[in-house]
T-cell receptor
Framework: SAVISQKPSRDICQRGTSLTIQCQVDSQVTMMFWYRQQPGQSLTLIATANQGSEATYESGFVIDKFPISRPNLTFSTLTVSNLSPEDSSIYLC????????FGPGTRLTVT | EDQVTQSPEALRLQEGESSSLNCSYTVSGLRGLFWYRQDPGKGPEFLFT???AGEEKEKERLKATLTKKESFLHITAPKPEDSATYLC??????????FGGGTRVLVKP
């Protein structure tokens, strides 16, 4: 199994600012995924990040709002831009194929 | 569009009272069905992946089964530490998971 860490674990941000979330994995992986979990809801896939190529976004998510970087096989960042209260959620990264593992999540509160 | 529906939304059990959670799905080309446990404030913890109808997997008091249209997570003689939200997800293509809404399980001593 993979060990995944995320930074920050939580943050409170002002409306209109941006937050960058880091995801670090203890082994090299081809694909990394970013999910959003809104309060009281289940998980929704934002995008898939492959090293060396542009991220692939799911319907309803756009690169301008959720830019993703994937500079190497163990690291990725997700930026949530131009924050609004509706962006208050937990953001999670995951890796794996037959067994997909999740990081601990980043709890974002927008005021 | 892939869809996953979990029932019930919430389940209250007495310690030792066995029960089952349901996950029904519609997906074009199922590659795998995943079960996760999620505790408050934490990321989902991987439990099982099932690949084909008839497959079963067990871990401690949990047993997952799969048919062509649904999966069940059986909790046998649950303990309070089994209290959590249990999430079901399907994988169609590209290792992307579609999650159900989850079942919140509370086991009272």
């Amino acid at each position: 199994s993979a060990v995944i860490s995320q930074k920050p674990s939580r943050d409170i941000c002002q409306r209109g600012t941006s937050l960058t979330i880091q995801c670090q994995v203890d082994s090299q992986v081809t694909m990394m995924f970013w999910y959003r979990q809104q309060p009281g809801q289940s998980l929704t896939l934002i995008a898939t990040a492959n090293q060396g190529s542009e991220a692939t976004y799911e319907s309803g998510f756009v690169i301008d709002k959720f830019p993703i970087s994937r500079p190497n096989l163990t690291f990725s960042t997700l930026t949530v831009s131009n924050l609004s209260p509706e962006d208050s959620s937990i953001y999670l990264c995951s890796v794996g194929t037959d067994e997909q593992y999740f990081g601990p999540g980043t709890r974002l509160t927008v005021t | 569009e892939d869809q996953v529906t979990q029932s019930p939304e919430a389940l209250r059990l007495q310690e030792g009272e066995s029960s089952s959670l349901n996950c029904s799905y519609t997906v074009s080309g199922l590659r795998g069905l995943f079960w996760y446990r999620q505790d408050p404030g934490k990321g989902p913890e991987f439990l099982f992946t099932l690949y084909s109808a008839g497959e079963e997997k067990e871990k401690e008091r949990l047993k997952a089964t799969l048919t062509k249209k649904e999966s069940f997570l059986h909790i046998t003689a649950p303990k309070p530490e089994d209290s959590a939200t249990y999430l079901c997800a399907v994988e169609a293509a590209g290792n992307k998971l579609t999650f159900g809404g989850g079942t919140r399980v509370l086991v009272k001593p």
